[in-house]
């Protein structure tokens, strides 16, 4: 695709509610990240891939949290038993070569969680 | 562990104005690159510096990497209103196969 998908655009979740969020990467795009951005606040790591191996999850907060890319392509961030804490931005973002190159980002999904 | 940071948080200004945003990490970095949030946006990458003491330029901005890589600036000529948002700097994490780490951000605003 011309850019990075990310689905839903908004999602409210009730607290204790699962939810899966997914982002289609830019074609071709090796690496993968996810980021949590708070209001006013940058982005901060959650999780990395690289085609379907999931490098490095020391970003991701709490055990509820899980994150696949099973085919090196598509990956789907999820949030189990929801807590409000977890309302933030989520951001998906791929690159050709790694975190070397540049990162294209997509459009994020809000999380509200109440 | 590796820190980014930024300074400073916010920052105000009159069109017209300069403007100039610090970065520093904690350790040595490979590369560093910028990024632009416009606000309700996603952020947009800016410029990668690679070698030290580097300096390049994209009309009114100017983006400078330290002689010791382990910090950077941007600083704008001339705002104009369409600057407005927040910049991040992001630098790679010391150990291979970890993701950019970002900084907190600077939140520049522009008034006419």
């Known amino acids: 695709g011309a850019g990075v998908s990310q689905s839903p655009r908004y999602k409210v979740a009730k607290r204790g509610q699962d939810v899966a969020l997914r982002c289609d990467p830019i074609?071709?795009?090796?690496?993968l990240f996810w980021y949590q951005q708070a209001l006013g606040q940058g982005p901060e790591f959650l999780t990395y891939?690289?085609?379907?191996?999931?490098?490095?999850k020391s970003g991701l907060p709490s055990d509820r949290f899980f994150a696949e890319r099973p085919e090196g392509s598509v990956s789907t961030l999820k949030i189990q038993r929801t807590q409000q804490e977890d309302s933030a931005v989520y951001l998906c973002?791929?690159?050709?070569?790694?975190?070397?190159?540049?990162?294209?980002f997509g459009q994020g999904t809000r999380l509200t969680v109440v | 562990g590796q820190q980014v940071m930024q300074i400073p948080q916010y920052q105000h200004v009159q069109e017209g104005e300069d403007f100039t945003t610090y970065c520093n990490s904690s350790t040595t970095l490979s590369n560093i690159q910028w990024y632009k949030q416009r606000p309700g946006g996603h952020p947009v990458f800016l410029i990668q510096l690679v070698k030290s003491g580097e300096v390049k330029k994209q009309k009114r901005l100017t983006f400078q990497f330290g002689e010791a890589k382990k910090n950077s600036s941007l600083h704008i000529t001339a705002t104009q209103t369409t600057d407005v948002g927040t910049y991040f700097c992001a630098g790679p994490g010391e150990q291979a196969g970890t993701a950019l780490i970002f900084g907190k951000g600077t939140t520049l605003s522009v008034s006419s």
């Open positions: 074609s071709g795009h090796v690496s």
């Open positions: 891939f690289q085609n379907e191996a999931q490098l490095d």
């Open positions: 973002a791929s690159s050709f070569l790694g975190r070397l190159t540049e990162a294209f």
